[in-house]
């Protein structure tokens, strides 16, 4: 899918209607953020299914995955914010130093402005939306921009929020590496971004060069480890639950297990029989079973397979016009 891509133009143009919005002091009405965080609930329930769609279009995520890691998520988080906000928002009376006497002191928390939002393929309704919670709870205008590899998820997010909201106040945008790069440059007030190591260093690089505070939500390794101690049963069900859940598109799924040899052979056998127990005999067959995101991560995963083929001891299988790989196990030892 191709899109039209923002250029800086563009971009300065958004921050200066969002900056007037900002300015006009709207958003830092606590009834008002309750107010929009309503009508974010409710849109979310009126788009559900149009996002479960699009998800497994995109992703081959069930609606049941969909709703527990995805939509459900938000919707909490939103109920939870919406009932704590006003205690939240409070100013917080703090001491004085004394030669400041009869001085009082308070920290009162205040909005950014303008915050851009950029979002990642895996979970990309969860981990675009829920920042979008947190800053519009506190007072700020935003910018956000759907991961451009889940196309059909980002183009329904972006139709819902034009519906939902003012464009100068929350907007969503959609594009490629050019509009990504049109925007990091901008001259936002603040950059919250989810995605690889590798991006995330070109964000905080160009945040630098504005004096643009980030936060930067990178994957990592996640090894688990298994000795002789471990319900080898419940090691291997919840091994494979977080390794499967969305095919490992998960930056917290297990990578890799370290386990004693006096288990090794018992939980090979175990991690066998759960992830027929998760998706029966052929996992291509299971509505629970998603697919790799575009043939690029495809590939790669592919080849990791290829090059490791005489280790693999389960699975292995592969279907690229699907994007399906078999849950496998690799002996690394």
């Known amino acids: ?66 709703y527990t890691t995805e939509v459900g998520f938000v919707l909490s988080s939103i109920s939870h914010t919406i009932k704590n906000l006003k205690k939240w928002a409070k100013k917080e009376k703090v001491k004085t130093p004394l030669y400041l006497f009869p001085a009082k002191s308070f920290v009162i928390s205040e909005p950014y402005g303008t915050v851009l939002i950029i979002g990642p393929y895996n979970y990309p309704f969860q981990l675009l939306i829920e920042p979008l919670v947190g800053a519009l709870a506190a007072g700020n205008c935003v910018v956000l921009k759907p991961s451009e590899n ?3 998820l980002s183009r329904v997010i972006t139709e819902m929020i034009t519906e939902t909201f003012p464009k100068e106040y929350i907007r969503s945008v959609e594009g490629g590496i050019e509009t990504n790069t049109s925007l990091i440059n901008g001259t936002f007030d603040y950059i919250f971004f989810t995605g690889s190591a590798q991006v995330g260093k070109i964000i905080m690089e160009a945040a630098a ?47 890799y297990v370290v386990v004693n040899n006096k288990v090794k052979d ?21 509505k629970d079973y998603g697919r790799i995101v575009n043939d690029r991560h495809f590939i790669r995963l592919k080849n990791i397979l290829d090059k490791e083929a005489d280790k693999i001891i389960y699975g292995g299988k592969v279907n690229r016009e699907k994007r399906y790989i078999e849950p496998t196990l690799i002996d690394a030892s």
Request: hydrophobic fraction near 35%; aromatic fraction near 10%.
């Open 266 to 286: 018992e939980l090979i056998k175990e991690l066998k029989l759960q992830i027929q127990s998760f998706y029966g005999k052929d996992a291509m067959e299971s």
């Open 1 to 66: 899918m191709r899109f039209m891509e923002l250029s800086s133009i563009d971009v300065d143009k958004i921050l200066e209607d969002h900056y007037k919005f900002f300015e006009s002091k709207k958003s830092r009405n606590i009834d008002f953020r309750i107010n929009q965080l309503r009508s974010l609930k409710s849109a979310i329930k009126k788009y559900e299914y149009k996002i479960y769609e699009a998800l497994y279009k995109d992703l081959g995520k069930c609606e049941f995955e969909s």
């Open 150 to 152: 889940v196309p059909n």
């Open 209 to 255: 060069r504005n004096l643009v505070p980030v936060t930067l939500e990178l994957g990592g390794k996640s090894p688990v480890i298994v000795d002789e101690s471990a319900d080898i049963r419940v090691a291997a069900k919840r091994i494979i639950w977080g390794k499967t859940i969305n095919v490992g598109q998960t930056c917290v799924a297990p990578d």
